[in-house]
């Protein structure tokens, strides 16, 4: 069975500082996808990337990183000098053909402060 | 413009009352799924269909039934709702079930059972 947890329920940060959401994935499977997403107070579910279990390289879009490392099974997402518009919660997702399905981790809320 | 529509968007009604919710998209997606968020839990997915008449259970499929009779269309009927099945509904699609490009999410459906 699949599982992905993210332990941090909720961060605080001051606005400029970065911030490490933690990802920890469990399957059996070899082939399988992480995913990101963030929900803003707004209540819609945001894609953020896509990785599969093949590709370790890390990878960054502007303020966002992410490190992808096998070895510990963790999919850490970091946003560099944070902003208010990040306050979300965030959600780390698994996908493996095995189970055929798309497991969410609980979430992690950030908020951003000034 | 590429979305997933969901209707309504909040929904109280009464304990046993038939409803459904209906999840349509614009993007040829084979893959459509929905799932429920409650607070501490993320989502948890309750059936998924990879492709026309082709539908199977999630984590939680409990008290509802899906049918997938046109690609666009993916409705969520609950027969006979209880209180426990008020939540947050989310439907997504993706143009495979590996969840290529993204699975794109509905703005959700508050469901509130009385």
């Known amino acids: 069975a699949q599982k992905v947890t993210q332990a941090q329920t909720e961060i605080s940060v001051v606005e400029k500082e970065d911030v490490t959401l933690d990802c920890v994935y469990e399957?059996?499977?070899?082939?399988?996808?992480l995913f990101w997403y963030k929900q803003p107070p707004s209540g819609e579910l945001v894609f953020l990337i896509r990785?599969?279990?093949?590709?370790?390289q890390n990878e960054i879009s502007g303020r966002y990183s992410w490190n992808f490392q096998k070895s510990t099974s963790s999919f850490n997402f970091t946003i560099t000098a944070s902003q208010v518009v990040d306050s979300a919660v965030y959600f780390c997702?698994?996908?493996?053909?095995?189970?055929?399905?798309?497991?969410f981790g609980t979430g992690t809320q950030l908020k951003v402060e000034l | 413009e590429a979305q997933v529509t969901q209707n309504p968007r909040y929904l109280i009604t009464v304990t046993g009352k038939k409803l459904t919710v209906t999840c349509s998209q614009n993007?040829?997606?084979?893959?459509m799924s929905w799932y429920r968020q409650d607070p501490g839990l993320g989502l948890r997915q309750i059936y998924y269909?990879?492709?026309?008449?082709?539908?199977d259970k999630g984590d939680v499929p409990e008290g509802y039934k899906v049918s997938r009779k046109e690609k666009r269309n993916f409705p969520l009927i609950l027969e006979s709702p209880s209180p426990n099945q008020t939540s947050l509904y989310f439907c997504?699609?993706?143009?495979?079930?590996?969840?290529?490009?993204?699975?794109?999410f509905g703005s959700g459906t508050r469901l509130t059972v009385v």
């Open positions: 997504a699609s993706s143009l495979s079930r590996q969840g290529a490009g993204g699975y794109t």
């Open positions: 997702a698994l996908f493996t053909g095995g189970g055929n399905k798309l497991t």
């Open positions: 269909s990879m492709n026309v008449e082709v539908t």
């Open positions: 993007m040829n997606h084979e893959y």
């Open positions: 990785r599969n279990s093949f590709d370790e």
């Open positions: 399957t059996r499977d070899t082939t399988y996808y």
